[in-house]
């Protein structure tokens, strides 16, 4: 991180801080996302970069989700969605099937939100998240 720092390459340092807090929840180390999704979204919108922007709004939804954050999940994917949708990322789908997973936003009402990434890594397709 130091070298992308460095030479300012703030879109390396967007894309390392993303695979290092997806990492980390993937691991259950989910803090430690959280700061890492956070940073990339700081560096991603302080130099319009949205593309690091969408995948970090998509990971800090994930950690969000995977805390029994929902409405903050929520809140993230439907960031998400609007940047992937803005810039026709693949990603798109993704985060949609997410929003459809978590069901309409009631306050108070605990989601049965199954994880569609879960679901398909179980099915022996790689995640794209």
């Known amino acids: 991180m130091t070298i992308a720092s460095e030479i300012g390459a703030p879109r390396v340092q967007t894309n390392v801080f993303n695979n290092i807090g ?3 929840r993937k691991i259950g180390r ?7 999704h956070q ?3 700081d560096i991603a919108s302080d130099v319009g970069e949205r593309l690091g922007q969408a995948r970090a709004h998509h990971g800090i939804a994930h950690v969000m989700h995977a805390t029994d954050r929902l409405d903050e ?9 609007a940047l992937a949708t803005e810039l026709g990322m693949p990603l798109t789908g993704e985060v949609q099937a997410h929003l459809d997973a978590l069901g309409p936003a009631e306050p108070g009402q605990r989601s049965r939100h199954r994880d569609p990434c879960r679901d398909r890594n179980r099915s022996g397709d790689r995640p794209t998240s």
């Open 22 to 24: 997806e990492t980390l």
């Open 39 to 41: 940073s990339a979204l």
């Open 73 to 81: 999940a929520r809140a993230h994917w439907l960031q998400a969605l």
């Open 30 to 36: 989910y803090d430690e996302a959280l700061q890492h």
